[in-house]
Nanobody
Framework: VQLQASGGGLVQAGGSLRLSCAAS????????MAWFRQATGKEREFVATSNWSGGWTDYSDSVKGRFTISRDNAKNTLYLQMNSLKPEDTGIYYC??????????????????WGQGTQVTVSS
């Protein structure tokens, strides 16, 4: 499956952005999906995940209550609504797809396919 992330940009602290991840070439509804992010000089970190239906989601503690992951299987698209953004949310955001559901949903090693990333910059 190919993943294309979009929707990043420059926003002031306290603002909002909505990221999208369009999937093609695979059966989107079969995959567990996730968002990760990577700040300059840091390792890629887990942000949020959704099971195949969107009925189960989980978030990192740093974004819980501010970000919402969702998906539209009819449109083969994953979303990340980001509210109350903080400067520490700055980074490249990647969407990822997992075909095996082994359980380690917050590890980069679990995911089989990755999008190219979209830059999010939050100014103070």
């Amino acid at each position: 499956v190919q993943l294309q992330a979009s929707g990043g940009g420059l926003v002031q602290a306290g603002g909002s952005l909505r990221l999208s991840c369009a999937a093609s070439g695979g059966t989107f509804r079969k995959y567990r999906m996730a968002w990760f992010r990577q700040a300059t000089g840091k390792e890629r970190e887990f942000v949020a995940t959704s099971n195949w239906s969107g009925g189960w989601t989980d978030y990192s503690d740093s974004v819980k209550g501010r970000f919402t992951i969702s998906r539209d299987n009819a449109k083969n698209t994953l979303y990340l609504q980001m509210n109350s953004l903080k400067p520490e949310d700055t980074g490249i955001y990647y969407c990822a797809a997992d075909k095996s559901y082994s359980g380690r949903f917050n590890s980069t090693e679990e995911y089989d396919y990755w999008g190219q990333g979209t830059q999010v910059t939050v100014s103070s």
